[in-house]
């Protein structure tokens, strides 16, 4: 009997009743052991279900809900080999995040992108409001002035912008207390590819728990560490138009122990140097040629002579 399937009492004895959405519950010590725990479990246990990215032809894809506790988030290793990414994509994607290097992308009336997770957490624009809202400094203030206060949270939903667009926000809220000098962040995602985006999900979001522990550390002045990140998904799902790729990743598990399959940052600290002058360069060039893509100047895309 797996986890997913309950007995009940009933008038004619005990019957077994399997959960329509199985419930997956894991507990690991790193981000890259939590995050191939969890997809392995939604690939044995899923649920089969259609989704709205589907072509004909498609197999249906596998479905849990997931209750994810990393315990110590911030713990060696950090990088798992097997995300399907590379390590510049990766670090954009941290400052993206974190950094909003990407919040110039935000202008839905010229086609470009509806948001950021980082613009929402960070300049919430509320229609009627003079300012938008950073929340995120907002849990600070709320964390330093009463550390277990249930209040610390930042959202990202709009219902006015979001329920009609493509490609609405996936991530949801992240929520904040302290406990001693631990800082919990349950993090709540609505839906989360469970191969193609959850690692890259947690590693950015657990970079932004531990900037929320930084300025309340600074703003309480004793050290506030960023502890247990519980990371809880309505629906994590392996999409059926990869399953021959993902397919890959489970031969990977089988044929490497975790040290292999791992990195520790130490390990990449060159190249995570050497992605972090790239993505500046793009950045810069998108901002002076609003083209997206593009990480080397050119005679298309030419450098500005200093002013």
């Known amino acids: 009997m797996s986890e997913n399937d309950i007995n009940h009492e009933s008038g004619e004895g005990r019957e077994l009743m399997v959960l329509t959405l199985p419930v997956v519950h894991v ?23 259609p989704t709205q990215y589907d072509v004909e032809g498609d197999p249906l894809s596998r479905d849990v809900a997931l209750f994810l506790t990393i315990t110590n988030p911030l713990s060696e290793p950090r990088l798992h080999r097997a995300m ?31 948001y950021t997770y980082h613009e929402r957490l960070f300049a919430y624009a509320v229609p009627g409001l003079e300012n938008p809202i950073d929340q995120i400094e907002a849990v600070v203030d709320q964390l330093v002035e009463a550390p277990h206060t249930r209040r610390a949270q930042a959202i990202v939903w709009k219902p006015w912008e979001d329920a009609g667009i493509h490609d609405p926000a996936c991530l949801q809220r992240l929520w904040f207390r302290i406990f001693g000098d631990e800082l919990i962040c349950n993090c709540h995602i609505r839906s989360n590819d469970a191969y193609k985006a959850a690692y890259m999900n947690m590693y950015a979001f657990t970079e932004l728990q531990k900037l929320v522990a930084e300025r309340v550390s600074e703003r309480l002045e004793r050290l506030i560490w960023p502890g247990q990140y519980n990371h809880i998904a309505d629906s994590y799902h392996i999409y059926g138009s990869y399953f021959e790729e993902f397919e890959g990743f489970l031969q990977t598990l089988e044929s490497r122990d975790f040290e292999g399959r791992t990195w520790r940052t130490d390990q990449v600290a060159e190249m995570l140097a050497d992605a972090k002058v790239q993505i500046a360069r793009s950045v810069e060039i998108e901002k002076v040629h609003r083209v997206k893509g593009v990480h080397e100047w050119s005679e298309r895309y030419p450098k500005p002579e200093p002013e």
Do not use: F, S
């Not at 507990?27 to 279900?49: F, M, R, S, Y």
């Not at 954009?92 to 202008?107: A, C, M, S």
């Open 27 to 49: 507990v690991a010590e790193n981000v890259p052991d939590g995050w191939e725990k969890a997809t392995k479990a939604t690939w044995e246990q899923g649920a089969l279900i």
């Open 84 to 114: 399907p990414a590379g390590l510049v994509e990766l670090e954009t994607y941290r400052q993206e995040v974190v950094d909003g290097i990407h919040d110039h992308w935000v202008n839905p009336d010229e086609g470009k992108w509806e």
